[in-house]
């Protein structure tokens, strides 16, 4: 059932060989050991880690030092000012205690999405792909009918239908769970499958270990970048999910995040006021925060996928080829067919 | 041929899925939707009789007389009918009548912006892995920005600068209100002119992903053997990124693009929300704080059907497009 060719998703397994030879290239050695499942520092990982790190201080210790975000003052809609960094709300709350709040809400639910829809996917992905036959069949099908299925309306469909007063944080958590883990699922499971027939876990096998064993010990840590990386983009869609749930007046009631930051915004009229600085900030929190976790998973990337590494490197080499070929045809061209060492350098 | 029939069955089975969630839900989930829903029918207006009644016992559950697998044979039975019920908040408009009423607004809206993005974000992405590590990469953290932010938040901020700062667009619905409804210029203009920022959100939200999906496929491709032979045999390069290269990288996008039709549509709900668009996003919200549990599941398992119709569409043109798919199952 599935589109996607195994032999089109970057695959753990070559990945040894491929740094191999990228070593002799460069005449640096691989990294060894564990250190080969760290993303190497560069700007674009320095950048995203700067920014989760901001955020996620922001939720947790910002709560501590601004004040009551409920506390209604007698003063209306009032934009950035000394005392109100952020500017007020309609009913004079202040909006910058609201953000801290709010971001704190928001981080904590995308956390308990990703590590639920995590285990999910994990669980469906490789313990189906591992046992094979029939329980993979099944849990395939299961997995590609969620994929189909489009998440949202079935998530508002379900929102819907539960009152209010019984909508808490978890029964959202698990809601958006339930409709995100499917996209990994399958994932996780080509992924299994090419592991899966590894002489060394055929090995473990025959000696005896136990079904749990085998994938927890042989096969889990082959798949952690990926899963690294599926849980990253699980947090960001959890984040976004919820936020547009809580939009729509829709979230968990009683508690506050981003999203329900946004609907009083556009239910104050802040729009029609011209009150940007009362919907512009959560936006950009969760853009900002989403940004940087995606510029962590390009990093992760690298690792599942050295081609798209390796290939930068290869260009690299081409490109200089190319300009060397270049100049020195400019040179032969200008010296009539002599090229010599003092054109070739008038050429650059 | 036993491709096509195997995705026929599949997506048959998914259909099924999606039917029985539909069964399942309402009856799973504590509260009484039934007398809720009566309630407000009366209110309206409306006559309960007890056919009523045992209508939508079948559809929404609450009705305990019969055993739960009559009920769900009696449930099926009344969807191939087509019969949906009375929507409440459209009183005394049939469902299937209020569905497709907002149905063209949606179907234009999404599918035009969603074919744009596509178009667009694969051409850009080609022309970006065609030159891994140039300048043109710093693209790709942008477009990932781009794909964080929220749909509606974008909406908003898009509606904030284009149309109330700068005053270039109506700041929402679908269409002039002084207008009729018809295929004449002036309504036809005033749709463009309502539609154009909500088709630029999902555009914009949704191009992303086009782009670094065909980037990433272009990339890998570029290494292919194939690719060295071409420029071994002294083609132009136009010709090698047009004929070889693009026309095996987009493979996977024509894949996704069933899947990312699930999103937009999911997005877009939200997005028309924003900008009170008559759609069927709009019309699913509406229903959702009206109670008006009738017409909720009507239009989630429409949106369903829709998704799946797509998919299943795009799947059959894949096995035809790329014969690897036909040969490998």
């Not at chain 2, 980037?215 to 053997?225: A, F, G, H, K, Q």
Request: charged share 15%; glycine share 10%.
């Amino acid at each position: 059932m599935t589109n996607l060719k195994p032999s089109s998703e970057p695959s753990v397994a070559d990945s040894a060989e491929l740094l191999a030879e990228t070593s002799t290239e460069t005449g640096r050695r691989p990294r060894a050991g564990w250190r080969m499942l760290l993303p190497t520092m560069t700007p674009w990982l320095a950048i995203g880690l700067g920014l989760i790190i901001a955020i996620a201080l922001f939720g947790l210790i910002g709560p501590h030092l601004v004040g009551d975000p409920r506390a209604i003052r007698d003063m209306g809609l009032t934009g950035p000012s000394a005392e109100f960094w952020l500017g007020t709300t309609q009913t004079g709350q202040d909006v910058l205690a609201q953000l801290a709040y709010a971001t704190r809400g928001s981080l904590q639910i995308g956390v308990i999405v990703g590590l639920l829809a995590t285990a999910l996917s994990a669980f469906f992905g490789i313990y189906g792909a591992y046992r094979g036959r029939v329980v993979d069949e099944a849990f395939s099908l299961f997995t590609n009918v969620f994929l189909v299925i489009p998440g949202l309306p079935l998530v508002i469909v379900i929102s819907g239908f539960v009152p209010a007063e019984s909508r808490g944080l978890w029964t959202i958590a698990i809601v958006l769970a339930i409709t995100s883990w499917a996209g990994s699922a399958r994932v996780l499971r080509a992924q299994t499958l090419s592991v899966r027939n590894r002489d060394y876990v055929a090995a473990s096998q025959v000696s005896g270990e136990r079904p749990w064993r085998v994938i927890v010990v042989e096969i889990l840590p082959n798949l952690l970048p990926v899963i690294a990386s599926q849980f990253v983009f699980a947090v960001i869609a959890a984040i976004l999910g919820e936020a547009g749930l809580s939009f729509i007046g829709l979230g968990a009631s009683n508690s506050s995040t981003l999203g329900t930051m946004l609907f009083y915004a556009q239910n104050g009229f802040a729009l029609s006021l011209g009150a940007w600085w009362w919907f512009i900030p959560p936006g950009l929190i969760i853009a900002l925060f989403g940004t940087g976790l995606s510029l962590v998973n390009f990093s992760i990337d690298e690792i599942i996928n050295p081609k798209l590494k390796n290939l930068r490197l290869h260009r690299k080499r081409a490109r200089r080829a190319a300009r060397l070929e270049r100049e020195l045809a400019q040179a032969t061209r200008r010296n009539g067919g002599v090229p010599t060492q003092t054109a070739k350098e008038s050429a650059r | 041929m036993s491709y096509f029939l195997r995705k026929i069955g599949f997506y048959a089975v998914a259909l099924w899925a999606a039917l029985t969630l539909n069964f399942a839900i309402p009856r799973m989930l504590p509260g009484n939707p039934v007398d809720i829903l009566l309630a407000k029918l009366q209110q309206r207006g409306g006559t309960v009789t007890p056919e009523t009644r045992e209508a939508y016992a079948l559809l929404l559950g609450g009705d305990d007389s019969l055993p739960l697998w009559r009920q769900y044979i009696d449930y099926l039975g009344n969807l191939f009918q087509g019969d949906l019920g009375v929507s409440v908040s459209y009183y005394p408009a049939p469902v299937s009548e209020v569905i497709a009423q907002s149905l063209p607004w949606t179907v234009v809206l999404v599918g035009l912006a969603t074919v744009i993005a596509a178009v667009l974000g694969v051409a850009l992405g080609a022309f970006v892995g065609w030159k891994p590590g140039t300048w043109l990469d710093s693209l790709i953290p942008a477009t990932t920005l781009l794909a964080a932010v929220p749909y509606f938040w974008l909406a908003l901020l898009l509606t904030y600068l284009l149309a109330r700062v700068l005053g270039w667009f109506p700041l929402q619905g679908g269409y002039d209100v002084v207008l009729t409804p018809g295929w004449n210029a002036e309504f036809i203009g005033s749709a463009i002119t309502y539609g154009f920022l909500p088709a630029l959100t999902i555009v914009l939200a949704s191009i992303g992903g086009w782009l670094l999906g065909m980037r990433n496929m272009m990339v890998s491709t570029l290494s292919e053997d194939y690719i060295l032979t071409a420029e071994a045999k002294g083609l132009s390069p136009r010709k090698i990124l047009r004929s070889y290269a693009s026309r095996n990288a987009v493979l996977p996008s024509v894949a996704g693009f069933a899947i990312s039709l699930g999103f937009v549509v999911s997005g877009s709900v939200i997005t028309e929300q924003v900008f009170s668009y008559p759609g069927i996003g709009g019309r699913l919200l509406g229903a959702v704080s009206n109670n008006d549990y009738a017409l909720m599941q009507g239009l989630f398992l429409f949106i369903t059907l829709a998704v799946l119709g797509a998919n299943l569409v795009v799947d059959l043109l894949y096995g035809l497009i790329d014969p690897r798919t036909r040969a490998r199952s």
